[in-house]
């Protein structure tokens, strides 16, 4: 194949396929890397609190979900949550195949993402120093002023670049919820190949919007960390 | 005013304070010298319980820091199950205290130790705690890395601690509203500003810690400290981190706290300056007190001989 019917097939593939690999495909890897991204902050946040906690068990519990997450495939995860989120919810049966493959996947993105994240918050508030914590002990102000008003201040100067590759990574894994078709990029990748056959061309333009969209974040979250500096 | 009864510190097996006791009265300063390892940063720490003790007591005026350590008071242990059974053995009761306090024999669970016991700790303890937020507020320390709030201008770092401990002060008198803020908020300010141009830091209010010099971030940092009113300063080596050249700035404000009357327990190396500024001096060596005196005393006529080898090495 020469360069120039390389460049053919992929302007082919655009211009017959725009409007579904744009309009749906890179909506619904955006939406579920967004769904597993607020739904992992918001998972990570109480895993990280959860593990201050004088509450043993509860610390126990959460590391142990944690590494769990963090030792096997996250493809897995996936499986595993398109099997067993509809064990938990029947009722879902009796939704769309896709729509149901969809919430399968988005709920088990969510609690990687929110045991990746859990690490995050966690090492990044481990990374302010502790003497910070002590001057406002010794002050007189309570734990919770001091986590609260000096060090979680400071940690998120620590956090929110890590949760930027962490967004960054995500909208890469959704590729692996193809698997079951929910209709993101990649999904989209298999149906264009299904019709025109010319796998090439199509992963090319595929690979050319997911780096778009991953170069452009990366981007955007350097230009915050720079301000954030600025203010600091 | 501040007294530590019979401090032990382990950090796991490693036995750091091995019951020390002293008195701090109302005015002194005493300064904490000793070889680096020796327990005095623990030792002053625990003062403020930023450290907690294994065993002993901390009072601060007349409050009780610590839970209380049941070897400290011979009725608690008389009430315990274990004297009663080692005297039920026809042991003499002293000695039965005696063994009892050298082996470390009370259980820790109170309820084993009996309800008399129990019911004893609970009273001592109910008689004579203190929130250990409030005692702190009347406590000031000064860190040997400063330790400024890197997330606030060095104004809002000395009003953090006023403001925010005012505030719930307000609450819990059911004082709080608009005005009684608005005034907590610029009487702190002004006492904060009073403060910066006292070191003549007065230009430096509104930028942030890390555009300042070691000497600065420490003169700040006793500020900020004394934002509070504190009946007692805590020092730990406050010009250790420091360039040479920037001791002494620190030192003369420690100076002038020194000679307006405030109680201070400084923990230096500056052997110079501990013994011009202070009214006694504690050599800790060995997880204890192993001299302590007048500085004339301590520097001029030492006795224990690793404090007459420390002073050959410092001096
Ligand atoms: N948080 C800690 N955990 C374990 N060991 C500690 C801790 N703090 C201090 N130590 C140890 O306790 C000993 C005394 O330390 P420290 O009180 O800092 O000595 P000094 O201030 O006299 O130099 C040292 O051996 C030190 O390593
Ligand atoms: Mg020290």
Redesign the pocket.
């Known amino acids: 194949m020469t360069f120039s019917s390389l460049l053919k097939g992929m302007w082919k593939v655009i211009s017959l396929y725009w409007k579904d690999l744009l309009g749906s495909g890179i909506a619904f890897t955006l939406l579920l890397a967004l769904i597993a991204v607020i739904g992992g902050v918001i998972i990570g946040t109480l895993f990280a609190v959860g593990r201050m906690s004088k509450l043993k068990v509860l610390r126990g519990l959460i590391v142990a979900i944690v590494e769990v997450v963090r030792g096997t495939p996250a493809l897995l995860q996936l499986y595993v949550g398109y099997f067993f989120v509809p064990a938990f919810f029947p009722a879902m049966n009796s939704l769309d195949p896709t729509l149901m493959a969809f919430i399968c996947v988005a709920v088990a993105l969510t609690i990687n993402s929110g045991a990746y994240v859990s690490e995050i918050i966690r090492s990044g508030i481990e990374a302010v120093d502790k003497g910070q914590t002590e001057a406002a002990r010794s002050l007189g102000l309570s734990g919770k002023d001091a986590m609260l008003d000096i060090v979680l201040p400071q940690a998120v100067k620590n956090i929110l670049p890590a949760l930027g590759n962490e967004f960054i990574t995500i909208i890469k894994e959704t590729s692996l919820a193809s698997t079951f078709f929910v209709g993101e990029l990649m999904t989209k990748y298999k149906n264009i190949v299904g019709v025109t056959y010319d796998s090439v061309s199509t992963l090319m333009v595929v690979g050319i919007i997911y780096f778009i969209l991953d170069f452009a974040l990366s981007k955007g979250m350097k230009t915050l960390e720079r301000s954030m500096k600025a203010h600091a | 005013m501040l007294e530590i009864k019979n401090l032990y510190k382990n950090?796991?097996s490693?036995k750091?304070l091995k019951g020390v006791s002293t008195s701090i009265e109302k005015g002194e300063v005493v300064s904490i010298i000793?070889?680096?390892?020796?327990?005095?940063?623990?030792?002053l720490r625990c003062m403020n319980l930023l450290e907690t003790p294994t065993f002993g007591e901390v009072w601060m005026e007349g409050k009780l820091l610590t839970p209380v350590d049941p070897y400290l008071h011979p009725e608690v242990i008389k009430a315990s199950n274990t004297f009663k059974a080692l005297t039920a053995q026809g042991m003499d009761e002293n000695a039965a205290i005696a063994k009892i306090k050298a082996e470390d024999l009370l259980q820790e669970k109170h309820n084993k130790e009996g309800k008399e016991y129990k019911a004893l700790m609970d009273k001592i303890y109910k008689e004579n705690f203190i929130d250990i937020d409030h005692a702190r507020r009347k406590m000031g320390m000064v860190f040997q890395q400063f330790n400024l709030f890197n997330n606030k201008t060095v104004l809002q770092n000395i009003m953090y601690a006023p403001v925010k401990t005012g505030i719930e002060e307000l609450k819990k008198a059911k004082n709080y509203n608009k005005e009684t803020k608005a005034k907590l908020i610029a009487d702190s300010k002004e006492r904060a500003e009073a403060l910066l141009k006292r070191i003549g830091l007065a230009d430096k209010a509104n930028v942030y810690p890390s555009t300042l010099s070691g000497g600065q971030k420490q003169r700040i940092a006793i500020v900020r400290a004394l934002a509070m009113n504190p009946d007692v300063m805590l020092f730990d080596e406050p010009t250790s981190a420091l360039d040479p050249e920037m001791i002494g700035e620190v030192l003369d404000v420690m100076k002038e706290l020194a000679k307006e009357g405030m109680t201070m327990v400084i923990?230096t190396h500056e052997m110079g300056f501990a013994r011009e500024v202070s009214d006694r001096v504690l050599f800790?060596d060995n997880g204890n007190i192993a001299e302590e005196g007048n500085p004339e005393e301590v520097f001029s006529k030492p006795k224990d001989a690793h404090l007459k080898d420390f002073l050959s090495k410092v001096l």
């Open positions: 950090f796991g490693l750091v000793g070889a680096s390892g020796s327990g005095k940063s623990t030792m923990v800790v």
